[in-house]
């Protein structure tokens, strides 16, 4: 079936260190790629996009790669802050606009 | 411009009764999208809209929901009766263009049935 994976479980990451984030995806061939953050109570925000003949993208402490062999994302924040903390969405477009999500990871980065 | 504007914010109802969820999109905006998200499902995208036309409904989970948008600033789902299976945060996004477009979120409708 086809589906999005992100891990399910929170992951705690002490402050100052880099953060990764996995989104992996099976049986689709998306064209691009999104990441959002989602604090809770609030909708999700848009961080990044990244289109599929790109293999990274940067803004500011924040780094995407789309590997579309191994059907996989990659979500690095860098020097982490207690402020990073917050559940992450990938996002794919899979067809004729239409796009899914994820379920999320939270993230926790302890100070 | 404001964002997305949903309402209302939180919806208590019970049982059997009609509910309707309303969005604004940010104006401009072609395409506008409609999730549900719950812990166990995380966020399901119910409908889709490019200029006010229905592009794929699929995702509606019965004929109790029914979604509308009879102009460009304006947008309904409906559920009709509601079960408790239905309590949710419910979404409105909207974007300029498809997948090459970030969405925007309002923030959301928390429903709950009893």
């Known amino acids: 079936s086809q589906k999005i994976e992100q891990n399910s479980e929170a992951l705690n990451i002490q402050e100052g260190k880099t953060a990764t984030l996995t989104c992996n995806y099976t049986?689709?061939?998306?064209?691009?790629l999104q990441w959002y953050r989602q604090d809770p109570g609030r909708g999700p925000v848009f961080l990044l996009l990244?289109?599929?003949?790109?293999k990274e993208k940067r803004k500011e402490r924040l780094k995407v790669t789309f590997d579309t062999t191994l059907k996989q994302s990659l979500f690095h924040i860098t020097a982490s802050q207690p402020a990073d903390s917050a559940t992450y969405l990938c996002?794919?477009?899979?067809?004729?606009?239409?796009?899914?999500f994820g379920k999320g990871t939270r993230l926790h980065i302890l100070p | 411009d404001a964002g997305v504007i949903q309402s209302p914010r939180h919806e208590v109802t019970e049982m059997g009764q009609e509910v309707t969820l309303r969005c604004k999109p940010i104006?401009?905006?072609?395409?506008l999208f409609w999730y549900r998200q719950t812990m166990m499902r995380g966020l399901e995208l119910l409908i889709y809209?490019?200029?006010?036309?229905?592009?794929?409904d699929s995702g509606m989970p019965e004929d109790r929901f029914s979604a509308k948008m009879p102009n460009a600033s304006f947008s309904t789902l409906k559920i009709q009766p509601s079960e408790p299976r239905d309590s949710a945060v419910y979404f409105c996004?909207?974007?300029?263009?498809?997948?090459?477009?970030?969405?925007?979120f309002g923030s959301g409708t928390q429903l709950s049935v009893l």
């Open positions: 996004a909207s974007s300029l263009g498809g997948g090459a477009e970030k969405l925007f």
């Open positions: 049986n689709y061939s998306p064209a691009y």
């Open positions: 990244i289109r599929e003949n790109e």
């Open positions: 996002a794919l477009e899979v067809r004729d606009d239409k796009i899914i």
């Open positions: 104006s401009g905006h072609d395409y």
């Open positions: 809209f490019n200029n006010n036309v229905p592009i794929d």
